[in-house]
C-alpha cells in the first residue's frame, strides 16, 4: 500500500456528550496506533493484574478493616479504602452500565441500582456497629446449628461478608453456619456471587436472586434475621415488608438484627433543626418537643402488626397515635420530624444523626399551627391539641402516612 496514503490525516466525528452536537478532529494515524497500543498494554496489564490480585487485594482490605472496627480503632479512612477496593473489584466484572444503573420501583418499595447501593460501604458508623456485633454474635454459635439469612444484602453484603472473612482468618467463624444471602437485582447477584468466589465462602454461603418477600422455607428455620433496606425514617425501600414476610419463618430464640428501630414523631421549627451553621458533635436542637413514639420494629413488635386492608387491595399498617401538645407555641412555625434510632444488638446502636439511615426525615405535608404559603394537594392542617395517627403504606414508595383523628 501507499505509505504516503496509510500516513495521510484522519478525519474523526465524535458526538458530544449531551448527544446535540458533533465534534471533527484531525490526527495522523501513527498517532493513533500508538495510543492504541499504549492504553492495549496497560489494559492487558491492568486486567491481568486484577485477575491475578483481587481476592489478596479484598482480602487484606476487609481483615485490616475488620480487625480495626472489632478492636475501636477504626477511622473513616478505613471505609474509603474498603470502598475503594470493593468498588475496583465490582468494576472488573464488566457488568454493563444499563444494567448496573438499573433502579425500579416493585411491590415492595425502592430496589436502588447496584452502582449506588455499593456506596452504601462508606456509612462508617451503620457498617462499623454490625461489624462489631457480629463478630460477638456469630462466635456464640460455635455449638449448634445457625441458618443466618440477609436479604435485600446489595453488590456486597457489606454488613456481613467481611465479617465471616475476619472470624475465618481468626478460627472463630462456626462450623455449622449456613448463610443465604438475597437480592432481587440481578448486577448485585453477579457481585455477590464472584464476592463470595474470591472469599472462598461458597461452602457456606448460598446466593439466591428473587425478591426477599418471595423467599420460602420451613416455619421456624431462621435463626438470625439480618436486615437493613431502609432510608431515614423507614421510608422507600422495603425494610418493613421483608421484616414481615420473615416473621413466621424466624426460630423460637431468632435474633432480629438491628434488634430494634424506634421511629418517632418530633415537632421542630426547621431553621432549629437544619441550621445554615452545622451543629458541633454531639451537640442537640434542644428547641423540640417530642410528641411520641410512631412505631417500634423488634422481632416482638413483628408479631403484633396490625394490618389494614383496603377496598383497593393496599395494604398499610396502623401504628401509633400521638397528641399534639394543646400548648404549642404557635407564633413559630413547627414542622413534623420522623426520627430514627436502630439499636442494633444489646448496647450496640447507631444514634439520630450517625449514619445516613438515622438523619430525621421531615414530613412537610404536615403544617402544625400555621396555614401553607403554597398549598399543595396532600397537605394535613394540624392544630395545637389535634391527635394525629400513623399508618404505614407497604406498596409503592413504602413510609409513614399521618392522618388527623376528629376527637371522640
Ligand atoms: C441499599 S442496598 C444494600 C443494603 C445492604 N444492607 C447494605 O448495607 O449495603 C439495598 C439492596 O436491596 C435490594 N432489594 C431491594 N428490595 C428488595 C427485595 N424486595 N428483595 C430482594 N432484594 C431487594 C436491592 O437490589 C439492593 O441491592
Known amino acids: 500500500m501507499d505509505t504516503a496514503l496509510r500516513q495521510r490525516n484522519v478525519q474523526a466525528t465524535l458526538l458530544s456528550e449531551d448527544h446535540n452536537s458533533e465534534q471533527t478532529f484531525l490526527y495522523h494515524p501513527s498517532l493513533l496506533a500508538s495510543l492504541n497500543q499504549q492504553l492495549r498494554t496497560s489494559l492487558t496489564s491492568v486486567s491481568s493484574e486484577s485477575e491475578k490480585n483481587w481476592p489478596e487485594r479484598i482480602s487484606n482490605v476487609l481483615l485490616n478493616s475488620v480487625s480495626h472496627v472489632v478492636s475501636n480503632s477504626s477511622d473513616i479512612n478505613l471505609f474509603q479504602q474498603c470502598f475503594q477496593e470493593l468498588a ?3 468494576c472488573s466484572l464488566d457488568i454493563p452500565a444499563p444494567l448496573r444503573q438499573r433502579q425500579f420501583i416493585n411491590n415492595n418499595g425502592l430496589v436502588m441500582s447496584p452502582d449506588y447501593a455499593i456506596r452504601t460501604v462508606l456509612d462508617s458508623a451503620r457498617v462499623g456497629t454490625f461489624w462489631q456485633a457480629l463478630s460477638s454474635i456469630l462466635p456464640q454459635y460455635a455449638e449448634r446449628e445457625c441458618h443466618l439469612v440477609y436479604p435485600a444484602c446489595g453488590p456486597f453484603a457489606p454488613l456481613l461478608l467481611p465479617v465471616l472473612h475476619y472470624l475465618r482468618e481468626q478460627q ?3 462450623e455449622n453456619l449456613q448463610v443465604t444471602l438475597i437480592d432481587i437485582h440481578p448486577a448485585a447477584i453477579q457481585s455477590l456471587t464472584a464476592l463470595v468466589e474470591s472469599l472462598q465462602l461458597q461452602e457456606m454461603v448460598k446466593v439466591l436472586h428473587q425478591d426477599a418477600c418471595d423467599y420460602q422455607a420451613e416455619n421456624g428455620s431462621v435463626d438470625i ?3 437493613e433496606a431502609m432510608q431515614h425514617g423507614l421510608s422507600r425501600e422495603g425494610h418493613l415488608n421483608i421484616c414481615q414476610h420473615f416473621a413466621p419463618l424466624l426460630a423460637e430464640d431468632a435474633l432480629l438484627l438491628p434488634e430494634k428501630i424506634s421511629i418517632r414523631a418530633v415537632l421542630t421549627q426547621a431553621d432549629d433543626e437544619f441550621p445554615a451553621k452545622p451543629r458541633a458533635a454531639g451537640e ?5 418537643v417530642d410528641i411520641g413514639p410512631v412505631l417500634e420494629l423488634s422481632r416482638e413488635s413483628l408479631r403484633q402488626l396490625d394490618l389494614v386492608r383496603l377496598n383497593d387491595g393496599s395494604e398499610l399498617i396502623r401504628c401509633q397515635q400521638v397528641q399534639v401538645p394543646a400548648d404549642l407555641n404557635t407564633t413559630i412555625e413547627h414542622i413534623l420530624l420522623l426520627t430514627t434510632e436502630m439499636q442494633v ?4 446502636s447507631v444514634t439520630e444523626y450517625a449514619s445516613g439511615i438515622t438523619h430525621p426525615l421531615p414530613d412537610l405535608s404536615v403544617c402544625i399551627g400555621f396555614e401553607p404559603h403554597n398549598p399543595q394537594p396532600g ?5 395545637p391539641g389535634d391527635s394525629i395517627l400513623f399508618y404505614y403504606r407497604k406498596q409503592g414508595l413504602p413510609g409513614f402516612l399521618p392522618v388527623y383523628v376528629e376527637p371522640a
Not at 442537640?284 to 423540640?288: A, C, G, P
Not at 397537605?379 to 392544630?383: A, E, G, R, T, Y
Open 88 to 90: 475496583g473489584f465490582y
Open 284 to 288: 442537640r436542637n434542644t428547641q423540640r
Open 345 to 348: 444488638y444489646q448496647d450496640l
Open 225 to 227: 434475621l439480618l436486615v
Open 379 to 383: 397537605d394535613l392542617l394540624i392544630k
Open 172 to 174: 472463630l467463624l462456626p
